[in-house]
T-cell receptor
């Protein structure tokens, strides 16, 4: 099983609609969870961290389900500028007390006018 | 603040040639990372550094070497480039591990013929 799995899509979303997608992770010991956004041919940038209690930032809501080992991202009232790839990121043990971030392949979102 | 910068932005090499990619950050971050991103795959960690003078292997270290002689710089070397190393290379830095945001550079697009 891959460390982080995402359905690459694309997710074609009408402008103003809501879109949601999940990401599953394999390491039950993971403690840190993030969503990064990556625009075409650009670097990834942190969108939001995902906390156990869930968190919301404007039109974006992230949830964590530890029992089923998945995190989710919901985008409400989609804007054209939301078109991007959303990367699910989970920390993973490297050994020797070090950790690394494991990146999913990303969910590609295309907002259609 | 420039954040994380990478040079060069683009490069074309012939098989067997060598080159060095330079990453610089001005945020006084302890941790620095080199990733590669290939189509259909998530970001994969090549090497990382937890402080000046230290380096360690990530998931896909073969064919690459790194050095961290100064805290602000992290160099990635390809001693004998191979077509399989054609990729987009991202450098990132963070204040700490796990719960800390990683800041990415704009990437270097490398083609090995």
């Amino acid at each position: 099983r891959k460390e982080v799995e995402q359905d690459p899509g694309p997710f074609n979303v009408p402008e103003g609609a809501t879109v949601a997608f999940n990401c599953t992770y394999s390491n039950s010991a993971s403690q840190s969870f993030f969503w990064y956004r990556q625009d075409c041919r650009k670097e990834p940038k942190l969108l939001m961290s995902v906390y156990s209690s869930g968190n919301e930032d404007g039109r974006f809501t992230a949830q964590l389900n530890r029992a089923s080992q998945y995190i989710s991202l919901l985008i409400r009232d989609s804007k054209l500028s939301d078109s991007a790839t959303y990367l699910c990121v989970v920390n993973s043990l490297l050994g020797s007390g070090n950790n690394r971030l494991a990146f999913g392949k990303g969910n590609q979102v295309v907002v259609i006018p | 603040n420039a954040g994380v910068t990478q040079t060069p932005k683009f490069r074309v090499l012939k098989t067997g040639q060598s080159m060095t990619l330079l990453c610089a950050q001005d945020m006084n971050h302890e941790y620095m990372y080199w990733y590669r991103q290939d189509p259909g795959m998530g970001l994969r960690l090549i090497h990382y550094s937890v402080g000046e003078g230290t380096t360690a292997k990530g998931e896909v270290p073969d064919g690459y070497n790194v050095s961290r002689l100064k805290k602000q710089n992290f160099l990635l070397g390809l001693e004998s480039a191979a077509p399989s190393q054609t990729s987009v290379y991202f450098c990132a830095s963070s204040f700490g591990q796990d719960y800390n945001e990683q800041f990415f550079g704009p990437g270097t697009r490398l083609t090995v013929l």
